[in-house]
Every structure is written in C-alpha cells, then in structure tokens.
C-alpha cells in the first residue's frame, strides 16, 4: 500500500467481514488487538483486500495491555503477504520498542503509519504540527487523531493537514466526537490519506465514525 491516493478502509475485528466491505472499501483495517487469535485470523485470510494492521494499546484507546506481545504480533503480522499496511502508536516508534516492527515492516514492503491519539482535545496548530513532523519523519503515513469541541477545532486539524500534504507529505487526519464528525468526509478534500469507518454503525471503533457506505458516498460526492 502506497496511499498515494485517498484510502478509505473498512475497520473490523473480523476479517469475515471483508467480503461485505469490497464494495465500498479499499482496505480493510483489522483491529487486532479486538479480535480472538489475529494472527491465525490473518494467516487463514484468502480477501481481496489489503490488509491495515492495527494493535492498539491500551494506554491509545485500544484493548491490548502488554505491549511486548502486542508489538511482536503486529511485527508478525507486518511479514504476511496479505498485510499492507501497520499501525504503530508514534510512542511506541520513539520508545524503540515499535521500530522493531517498522525495521521487519520495510524489510517486505509493507507500510507504515505513525498514529497520535488525542481523547481529550485537540491541541493547539504548533502543537499538530510538531506531532505529524514526528510521525512523518518515522513512517509512510502519519496519522492524527484528535477530539474537536468546536468547528474551530477542526479548521486547525484541517489547516495542518493541507499544509503537510501541499508539502509532498502522506498523512491521515480526522477529528472525533460529535463536532468533528464531518471532519472524516471533508478531510480527504485537504489531503488526509486515509478514511476510517466500520462497516456495520454499531461496530465503531472511534467516537463519530460514519458508518462504511455513508462515508464512502460522502468522499465520492465532495471529491
């Protein structure tokens, strides 16, 4: 996966689900640390989309509490052919734990996003600026995602990511919560690369995610 163009991927705890995201999805990310034994689940995947790999920590929003195993999951999982992308927390890239993944990543061509989650606000442009520079020198992709109060909280997110894309740079931005919901179909339009959403409304896995097919009818028609 290059995301040279807008990915809109599909983000599930099931990989069974594939096959009812093809219509509207580019990829599928597969939330590893919801799921029961992902690595068998990516082993035994025979989908025709490309797999975003995604081992949250606990301490980011996720669910997976020991981040040695986590992590050496996830630099599993960066090695299978069916997995085009990982997701590494920019935290655990600096720490040097997560560079490991990154190092097996590259070795097979396999991507890299650097995330930053915010839950709590979105902090203010100096301070987006300086978390997707970090990102973006660590990996392919940098991803921010940040919690808006406001519409001006959004306009800051959006301002930063026209600036890093009209730069050359790949990053992925959206905003959660309620005031920042629309941010995820209007943020490909400044250059994020990657689009998030659940295929079924019930199975979100951020706060204000539109469901797969909406947000895909959303991009089609603002693009």
């Known amino acids: 996966m290059n995301f040279e163009e807008f990915v809109l991927a599909a983000s599930v705890t099931d990989l069974g689900a594939e096959p009812r995201a093809r219509q509207h999805a580019d990829a599928v990310e597969f939330?590893?640390?919801?799921?029961?034994?992902p690595l068998a689940a990516l082993d035994d995947y025979d989908g025709e989309l490309p797999v975003l790999?995604?081992?949250?920590?606990?301490?980011?929003?996720?669910?997976?509490?020991?981040?040695?195993?986590?992590?050496?999951?996830?630099?599993?999982?960066?090695?299978?052919?069916?997995?085009?992308?990982?997701?590494?927390?920019?935290?655990?890239?600096?720490?040097?734990?997560?560079?490991?993944?990154?190092?097996?990543?590259?070795?097979?061509?396999?991507?890299?996003?650097?995330?930053?989650?915010?839950?709590?606000?979105?902090?203010?442009?100096p301070d987006l600026r300086g978390d997707l520079e970090a990102a973006t020198d660590r990996a392919d992709v940098g991803k921010l995602a940040v919690t808006a109060e406001n519409r001006g909280d959004v306009l800051d997110l959006l301002t930063v990511t026209h600036e890093f894309a009209s730069a050359g740079e790949r990053v992925a931005t959206m905003a959660m919560g309620a005031a920042g919901r629309h941010s995820r179909a209007v943020a490909p339009l400044y250059g994020s690369a990657i689009g998030y959403a659940p295929v079924d409304p019930e199975d979100a896995t951020a706060p204000g995610q539109y469901d797969l097919e909406t947000l895909a009818e959303l991009v089609e028609t603002l693009a």
Do not use: I, Q, Y
């Not at 939330?31 to 034994?37: E, I, K, Q, V």
């Not at 920019?90 to 097996?104: D, I, M, Q």
């Open 31 to 37: 939330r590893m640390d919801l799921a029961d034994d």
């Open 53 to 125: 790999a995604t081992n949250r920590a606990a301490w980011e929003g996720g669910e997976a509490d020991d981040d040695e195993t986590r992590l050496a999951e996830l630099a599993e999982a960066a090695e299978l052919a069916c997995v085009g992308a990982v997701d590494v927390e920019l935290k655990s890239l600096t720490a040097g734990e997560g560079e490991r993944v990154a190092e097996r990543a590259r070795r097979t061509g396999t991507a890299v996003v650097a995330s930053v989650h915010d839950f709590e606000r979105t902090p203010p442009e």
